[in-house]
């Protein structure tokens, strides 16, 4: 991401990190990769709260590690970023925003195996912590989620339902 953020090593209930960062600012794929999802309008509603679009506008990307990446809560997705469409590292794929149940500007990045590569949205927002990748990413330390993400899916395989309500 492109602009002054944050993150914390924590998140409510399920692994994922916050971005806390203006609107507008520059969401940048963190690898090469294939758009898997892509939600380009914000169903959000809160007296319905449904996880399914609590993330407002967002993509999903089969990265070629084979590791999912997710961001969402974005203002706004760039042309040309359609399910199927490549990616390369560094490409701008959208802009941050405050869309879905977002109570402030910043990005929802999770990190996951890609099981049911769309519709998975409980497996898609994250099931490994990405701050140390980020932490790494940010040191200009190249370091990959691949076992984590290997691990965790061979202790838990692909959950077929919401595994906490977050």
């Known amino acids: 991401m492109v602009g002054n953020n944050s993150y914390a090593r924590t998140h409510h209930d399920y692994p994922a990190s916050d971005l806390i960062t203006g609107c507008g600012n ?3 794929a963190v690898t ?3 758009v898997l999802a892509v939600t380009t309008v914000d169903k959000w509603k809160a007296s319905v709260n449904d996880g399914a679009t609590r993330g ?3 993509i999903s990307i ?3 590690d084979g590791v999912r990446y997710y961001g969402s809560h974005l203002e706004k997705i760039s042309a040309g970023v359609t399910v199927g469409a490549r990616v390369t590292a560094g490409q701008t794929i959208g802009r941050t925003g405050d869309t879905g149940d977002a109570s402030a500007c910043h990005l929802h990045f999770g990190i996951s ?3 049911a590569k769309s519709g998975d949205w409980w497996n898609q927002r994250g099931t490994v912590y990405p701050w140390p990748y980020l932490d790494a990413w940010k040191a200009g330390k190249n370091k990959s989620p691949v ?3 290997k691990k965790w899916k061979a202790e838990n395989g ?3 339902k919401p595994t906490t309500f977050g």
């Open 147 to 149: 076992a984590a993400v």
């Open 158 to 160: 692909c959950p077929t």
């Open 113 to 115: 195996p890609p099981c």
């Open 26 to 28: 520059k969401f940048r």
């Open 56 to 58: 407002g506008l967002s």
């Open 62 to 64: 089969l990265g070629d």
């Open 32 to 34: 090469d990769g294939e």
